[in-house]
Nanobody, 124 residues
Framework: EVQLVESGGGLVQAGGSLRLSCAAS????????IGWFRQAPGKEREGVSR????????YYADAVKGRFTISSDSAKNTVYLQMNSLKPEDTAVYYC?????????????????WGQGTQVTVSS
């Protein structure tokens, strides 16, 4: 059984930092890339970042480029999302997701497995 368990969300002031973790079990990073999505109230779920552990390649949405950093620890089967210089518009539920390595598109339609989500709230 595949499980993705997020942690690390919370309330932070604008300009602050949070680190999200996604602990994966039941899959390997050789077969799946891990991506982070977020969904704000009244908005569609959007892809934020993705990491491919076999070659270390990463992707960032324009809205977070330069502020967020994704990394992975294959020994722990865990992916991290370091979020710096947070803005109120980063407020959302953040989900980690497993996408097959062969599917280069980061989209809700390409996700095989989802985590339960963790709330990030950035106050102004």
């Amino acid at each position: 059984e595949v499980q993705l368990v997020e942690s690390g969300g919370g309330l932070v002031q604008a300009g602050g930092s949070l680190r999200l973790s996604c602990a994966a079990s039941g899959l390997t990073f050789d077969d799946y890339d891990i991506g982070w999505f977020r969904q704000a109230p009244g908005k569609e779920r959007e892809g934020v970042s993705r990491i491919s552990s076999p070659d270390g390649s990463t992707y960032y949405a324009d809205a977070v480029k330069g502020r967020f950093t994704i990394s992975s620890d294959s020994a722990k089967n865990t992916v991290y999302l370091q979020m710096n210089s947070l803005k109120p518009e980063d407020t959302a539920v953040y989900y980690c997701a497993a996408v097959p390595v062969w599917n280069v598109v980061l989209d809700t339609g390409t996700v095989d497995y989802w985590g339960q989500g963790t709330q990030v709230t950035v106050s102004s």
